[in-house]
């Protein structure tokens, strides 16, 4: 089981996400997160929690009722990820603007930190 630990590019923007979803909503998506990082990769696979979208970009999958939220991240080293941001998802596919972002952010941090 390979566990993973989440940090935020940005928590300040990513808790301001929140604070604008409606509160059930917010609930279950910090509660998939925590999911994540206390059942690991695996689990999360098989619980359709998370999905990979390309190379080293991870979506984490949150729904309530017919409100879907989402969160992108990526890996930096061992089992540490970083969640770039959460959006709520209006039709089947992931926003090409929202994967865009999530890889801006990547290469971004990874200039910076690594």
Not at 51 to 68: D, F, H, M, Q, V
Not at 73 to 83: D, L, S
Not at 85 to 101: A, D, L, N, V, W
Request: with cysteine; net charge positive; aromatic share 14%.
């Amino acid at each position: 089981m390979e566990d993973i630990i989440f940090n935020f590019y940005n928590w300040s923007e990513f808790k301001s996400f929140l604070d604008n979803l409606p509160s059930k909503d917010a609930a279950k998506l910090v509660s998939t997160i925590q999911n994540v990082e206390k059942y690991g990769v695996e689990i999360a696979k098989r619980q359709e929690w998370i999905k990979k979208l390309e190379k080293n970009l991870y979506e984490i999958r949150s729904k309530r009722s017919s409100n879907i939220q989402r969160s992108i991240y990526f890996k930096i080293e061992g089992n540490t990820c970083i969640i770039t941001h959460g959006f709520t998802k209006k039709s089947q596919k992931t926003p090409r603007k929202e994967i865009t972002k999530a890889k801006n952010r990547r290469s971004f941090y990874i200039k910076k930190y690594r």
